[in-house]
């Protein structure tokens, strides 16, 4: 696991109309990261950002942007995504049961290899693929639209993810990260459940005190 929590507000919860604000706000809070979640419509039952907005975010912050590729075809868009400023990029295993292929396809444009399961995939399938993740990130809620609930089994699928990445041999070289229904109130169960970065949106960005909210959701 980190050495501390790490988080990262998802772009979804942002105003988009003061977007800029809204980033600096988060990155004077301590924010480790932007989750930046792309959606086709196709793969997931909402549309969502794209390419040009990276880049225009790109442009404007010097936090790491941590894209989440909710598409039937990610692969045809790795070099899009990440010439606009991805700094890591995830794709689903439900898109690529065999994800070794694409996963090598992100690492060989210097970019941290992010691996997604939506919560109706069993962790034993991810058995036997992780040698080339950097980034396994559990989905705690069915992805699509913001502000769902989490899922409460999701504190089982953490914890048994965690065993599995070390009886994998790879304890320390992959994050786990958990996005979906993350708030200030279950923040340390999650941790405690395994996690070692925390995908929040709105638990962030429509703080009264963002910066209180980002020590509490490390558990600080």
């Given at each position: 696991m980190a050495t501390k929590a790490l988080v990262a507000p998802s772009l979804l919860a942002a105003d988009f109309l003061h977007l800029a604000d809204d980033i600096d706000k988060v990155t004077a809070a301590g924010a480790d990261m932007l989750h930046f979640d792309v959606m086709d419509a196709h793969f997931v039952p909402n549309l969502s950002l794209g390419t040009a907005m990276l880049a225009a975010v790109r442009k404007y912050s010097s936090l790491y942007l941590d894209v989440h590729l909710m598409m039937d075809n990610p692969d045809k868009y790795l070099d899009a995504f990440s010439e606009a400023g991805a700094d890591g990029i995830s794709v689903h295993l439900e898109v690529f049961?065999?994800?070794?292929?694409?996963?090598?396809a992100i690492g060989d444009r210097?970019?941290?290899?992010?691996?997604?399961l939506n919560p109706d995939m069993p962790i034993a399938s991810?058995?036997?693929?992780?040698?080339?993740?950097?980034?396994?990130?559990?989905?705690?809620?069915?992805p699509g639209f913001g502000g769902q609930k989490f899922i409460e089994e999701s504190y089982d699928r953490i914890r048994e993810a965690r065993q599995l990445i070390m009886d994998e041999g790879r304890e320390g070289a992959i994050e786990l990260q958990v996005d979906g229904g993350v708030t200030l109130e279950n923040a340390a169960s999650i941790l405690a459940a395994g996690a070692d970065c925390l995908v929040a949106g709105t638990a962030v960005f429509r703080a009264d005190d963002p910066s209180a909210a980002v020590k509490r959701l490390r558990g600080e």
């Amino acid at each position: 696991m980190a050495t501390k929590a790490l988080v990262a507000p998802s772009l979804l919860a942002a105003d988009f109309l003061h977007l800029a604000d809204d980033i600096d706000k988060v990155t004077a809070a301590g924010a480790d990261m932007l989750h930046f979640d792309v959606m086709d419509a196709h793969f997931v039952p909402n549309l969502s950002l794209g390419t040009a907005m990276l880049a225009a975010v790109r442009k404007y912050s010097s936090l790491y942007l941590d894209v989440h590729l909710m598409m039937d075809n990610p692969d045809k868009y790795l070099d899009a995504f990440s010439e606009a400023g991805a700094d890591g990029i995830s794709v689903h295993l439900e898109v690529f049961p065999e994800p070794d292929a694409v996963l090598r396809a992100i690492g060989d444009r210097g970019k941290t290899r992010g691996l997604v399961l939506n919560p109706d995939m069993p962790i034993a399938s991810l058995r036997g693929k992780l040698a080339n993740v950097d980034r396994l990130l559990l989905m705690s809620v069915f992805p699509g639209f913001g502000g769902q609930k989490f899922i409460e089994e999701s504190y089982d699928r953490i914890r048994e993810a965690r065993q599995l990445i070390m009886d994998e041999g790879r304890e320390g070289a992959i994050e786990l990260q958990v996005d979906g229904g993350v708030t200030l109130e279950n923040a340390a169960s999650i941790l405690a459940a395994g996690a070692d970065c925390l995908v929040a949106g709105t638990a962030v960005f429509r703080a009264d005190d963002p910066s209180a909210a980002v020590k509490r959701l490390r558990g600080e």
